[in-house]
Nanobody, 128 residues
Framework: QVQLVESGGGLVQPGGSLTLSCVRS????????IGWFRQAPGKEREGLSC????????YYSDSVKGRFAITRDNVKATAYLQMNDLKPEDTATYYC?????????????????????WGQGTQVTVSS
């Protein structure tokens, strides 16, 4: 059974950092695109960052570019999202997702429909 499990969320002050982890089971991470999305109450789920299956290329949305970094460790079957300089508007539930690389990375990362496997989400709250 395919499963993704996120962890690492929590409460952090503005300007702080968190690292989210996404561990998979049931399938290999080697051949899928991994994406991080978030959803705040009353808002659409937003694609933040994706990392390719093949060459490790990455995509970042404008809202997180320069502050967040996505990495993957296929041996550990884990993907990470390092989040720095967090702001109150980063408060949301964060999800990792896996999808078959069928199109360009930026196209995939801006459309959740390309991702067929999702984790349950981890809450990130940025507040003083």
């Amino acid at each position: 059974q395919v499963q993704l499990v996120e962890s690492g969320g929590g409460l952090v002050q503005p300007g702080g950092s968190l690292t989210l982890s996404c561990v998979r089971s049931g399938f290999t991470l080697d051949y899928v695109v991994i994406g991080w999305f978030r959803q705040a109450p009353g808002k659409e789920r937003e694609g933040l960052s994706c990392i390719s299956a093949s060459d490790g290329s990455t995509y970042y949305s404008d809202s997180v570019k320069g502050r967040f970094a996505i990495t993957r460790d296929n041996v550990k079957a884990t993907a990470y999202l390092q989040m720095n300089d967090l702001k109150p508007e980063d408060t949301a539930t964060y999800y990792c997702a896996a999808g078959t690389p069928v199109t360009t990375l930026d196209t995939m990362c801006t459309n959740r429909a390309y991702f067929g496997s999702w984790g349950q989400g981890t809450q990130v709250t940025v507040s003083s």
